[in-house]
């Protein structure tokens, strides 16, 4: 008898404690989850507090040229990633046991941030010179004054990245909170000056970003020197898997930020601020999934599947969300920004259908990367800009901004397939 219970006690004792560790991780993984939801709920919630303040200050027509401004910006910015930061996030979360190494990449990765950015902002003091006839948007003047600024946008994915990577989910949450907090203060601080206006409105939105930027970079305490070992890595990296995810990307997320731009052409720009201000109103919508997929990354790269557990609390929060954006949006815009902006109200229900297709493919997208599976993203990418394009053109021009609105959510709906169809045959060549 004793013989025999003898063998079974070390298995035992192993098999307890793989329990509890995996117990441990999902804790991890839970308090992560919700560290980085918060902030970036809290994030959003000042940014709803800096809107709010430029909404009533500036009025529909300043703020049309506010949200213009930032939108041809943040087009032009999409084209100076060239997958080094989809590759950083990878190769950080490979080099995870060694701090040193991840140092020097994260030097390496700032360096070429500030390359990039510098090259962002002449492409932007160019586009001034032809931004008028291009988007009906007398914008020129801010690209021009803000061009180095706007340049430096490029940081906030090189800080999501890194965090990522290095799974400091915390200093992620921390970034939310204060790139906005800081725009917020500044707002505060001209306001007890008695001077606001459109640009000061854009600088100190810009100045509180990089603020916040530098701020978490500091902390990963970066090295530069002897870089050549970690840009090799990230170069071999890139030619593997960042680039292919780069060139989707670039062409899924170029074309849906078109419709910002054909919005401006062929309605004006007080348009443009009523939807993305209601993109805006929706974003704690998307902000849990975006924080649940991003937390996960990491074990995403070791697993089978995706846990059914992470889908459900997935879909339940989309659904949810749904639901009251459905049964007390219009009353949630009329009470924060006013009567003048009613029309926002309008264009909810369709947003939050678009949000929810987004949502439900967050989990999934993350996982293909996390799998290395740049070729399948490159082709959902390709598919998805295509349809897109083909939705703005065809249906901006006819139906306006609610063609902007029928156009997103058909086009995240398509996205949903792809990326459905690709991850049951990433599920399938793992089992």
Request: net charge positive.
């Amino acid at each position: 008898m004793n013989g025999s219970s003898l063998p079974t006690a070390p298995a035992s004792f192993m098999e307890r404690t793989r329990a509890l560790g995996s117990q441990f991780h999902w804790s991890r993984g839970v308090r992560q989850t919700w560290y980085l939801f918060i902030g970036q709920i809290v994030g959003t919630l000042l940014g709803f507090g800096v809107n709010l303040v430029n909404t009533r200050a500036l009025g529909p027509l300043d703020y049309g040229l506010y949200a213009a401004t930032f939108a041809a910006a943040e087009f032009v910015m999409l084209f100076l990633d060239f997958g080094f930061f989809s590759s950083a996030a990878r190769v950080l979360a490979l080099r995870r046991n060694s701090p040193e190494t991840q140092r020097r990449l994260i030097g390496a990765l700032i360096l070429i941030a500030v390359a990039l950015s510098c090259l962002g902002a002449m492409i932007l003091l160019g586009l001034s010179f032809f931004v008028v006839p291009l988007l009906n948007a007398p914008i020129a003047d801010y690209l021009r004054l803000f061009s180095l600024f706007l340049g430096f946008l490029t940081l906030q994915t090189l800080v999501e990245s890194t965090c990522r990577g290095t799974g400091r989910i915390e200093d992620l949450s921390f970034f939310n909170l204060t790139s906005k907090g800081f725009g917020l203060s500044l707002q505060g601080l001209a306001f007890a000056v008695g001077v606001y206006s459109l640009p000061l409105a854009i600088g100190v939105s810009l100045v509180g970003s990089l603020a916040a930027c530098i701020h978490v970079l500091y902390k990963f305490r970066p090295e530069f020197r002897n870089l050549s070992p970690a840009i090799k890595e990230l170069w071999q990296d890139l030619r593997v898997y960042g680039f292919h995810v780069y060139t989707g990307d670039i062409a899924c997320t170029a074309s849906g930020r078109t419709d910002s731009l054909i919005l401006s052409h062929y309605v004006n720009t007080t348009a443009v601020g009523y939807y993305r201000l209601a993109a805006l109103v929706m974003t704690p919508m998307i902000t849990f999934s975006r924080s649940l997929s991003t937390t996960l990354f990491n074990r995403f790269a070791d697993a089978k599947k995706i846990s059914f557990r992470v889908l459900a609390a997935n879909g339940a929060w989309l659904f949810f969300c749904l639901l009251g954006v459905v049964l007390a949006g219009r009353w949630i815009v009329h009470l924060v920004f006013g009567a003048k902006y009613d029309r926002v109200s309008d264009l909810l229900p369709l947003v939050a259908v678009a949000c929810l297709f987004n949502g439900l493919a967050q989990p999934l997208n993350k996982f293909l990367g996390a799998q290395g599976q740049g070729r399948y993203l490159r082709t959902i990418a390709l598919a998805v800009s295509l349809c897109t394009l083909i939705l703005n053109f065809g249906l901006i021009p006819r139906y306006g901004i609610m063609g902007a609105c029928y156009a997103g959510a058909l086009g995240l709906f398509i996205n949903l397939l792809l990326h459905a169809h690709y991850y049951r045959r990433t599920v399938r060549s793992l089992l």
